[in-house]
């Protein structure tokens, strides 16, 4: 079935690349005849150097954006960049959480190597990053938004980062020069600093601009803009929202991500019947006279009908099902500011003629759950945490709205950028450049299995897990967790879990006990030693 399903697939890919050549050919006469250079090429015929715009932002999920076929909200801005350039429809990150992700893309080496395994830890900004290796052939490089590495960055010309999380509402900024407090909302306020040092870069020099929001990550205060969006819908719960867990590892169960049983009333679900309460005070502690006002109007229905909801008795699935509806609209909210300013970024780019020489690209530091499996967070090695959203408009080399499903990942992307840049790729990055990939290629040796390692304990209670994922399986090995009972103890478990997508897409249950998939157990166990061993992961 597989094999069908992909011979069709080439199929059509064959036909859509002959239109493409036939396209292409159209085209390249015109710019021939018409002008004197290509997108990336100076007069003269010299290669020039593409500028880099990295759009990243936080705890975005793929389910969540109009191009990946969103049935909850709308996205104009990122679809307008899909339907330029490329989707990808399984970009998995190695391990599902802020710092590290951040920490893979800077190196393009999994955990164990960058040494970043967990939030909290402090990135060692003295080893090979990207920024490093593009800035000292020629780049300008600046980073703007959150950063949450815990040391200064390094590689930059120019940095711009939030404190840890950073906050919504007239965010702190760290600088070389200390700290300095912003009027507005972070996502604005983050675009505008990033548009302001494209102003004033050096026009001679080619330039990489990692734009990374905090949004939309918890505990998701829309801006002024957005407050009423989505306030007379109710938005479409995901198949598995009332999810017991049965079926699979025992130690899912124990996890602390769900929706209702695990919001918070005021910071979550922005329930504060008392504004003056002490608890809302902290709430609303950075906020202006004027916006805390602004809040509580609009904010007032929802804190109204909570009063109510309050005398009677719920059942758990009554509160999971209200605490969806409150916590997915100011997640939507969110990402609507988001989209907003990624169409002040492709408007600045068309406005100052850099359409044509600027690669764009979007990404998430990982997936999210929205109300699938009954959960909000990520760290999972299950689908809507592992698949991070990826977009990438590269003009001349993408095809206009194309999407792929080979298996790529955060790792790849600084092989990419530095291939984009004509740097040689050092030899120890553990990636690929995507670039055959976003040129509409197939190399037959692209992978087709890939690693994925948790590892970290307490917020949340996830286990420590890693497995190996393909196209259809993955096989999951949960080996740590914390011991609630036992005084918060660590300790080490040996639990697995075997998800067959194909049969079952939502991971709803395991095929870990099943005889019929005692091949299947087999040569993915095989599979995974040998990745583990590829890519040097000495010990959990
Ligand atoms: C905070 C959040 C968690 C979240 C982590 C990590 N709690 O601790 O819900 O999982 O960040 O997120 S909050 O109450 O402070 O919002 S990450 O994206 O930075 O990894
Ligand atoms: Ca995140």
Redesign the pocket.
Known sequence: MLIRLRDLDLKMRCKKVALALAVAGMVYGFLADGLQAGPFEEEGGSQSKPNIVFIFS??HAYQAIGAYGSQINRTPNLDRLASQGMRFDRCLVTNS???P?RAVILTGKYSHLNGFRQ?GDKFNGSQQTFPKLMRSAGYQTAVVGKW?LGSDPTGFDHWFVLPG?GNYYNPDFLTPNGRKQVSGYVTDVTTDHALKWLDDRNQDKPFMLMLQHKAP???WLPSKDHLQTFEKESITEPSNLLDDYSGRAEVLAENA?EVGKDM?PG??LKLFPDPESDQAKRFFRRFTPEQKSDWIAAYKNRNDHYLKYRESAKTDEQKRRLHYQYYIKDYLRCISSVDDNVGRVLDYLKQNSLEDNTIVIYSS??GFYLGEHGW????WIFEESLRTPLIIRWPGLTEPGSHTSQIVSNLDFPETFLDAAGIEIPADMQGRSLKPILAGQHPSDWRQSFYYHYYELG??NVAAHYGVVTERYKLIHYYRKIDRENGRAKVNIDQWDLMDRLKDPNENMSFINDPLYEEARAELKVELQRLRDELKVSSN
Request: hydrophobic share 20%; with cysteine.
């Open positions: 936080d705890d959480i802020c710092g992700a939030n949450h999380q990550h918890r505990a991500m918070r910071f979550d530091d990982q909000y967070d990520k760290r917020t949340h």
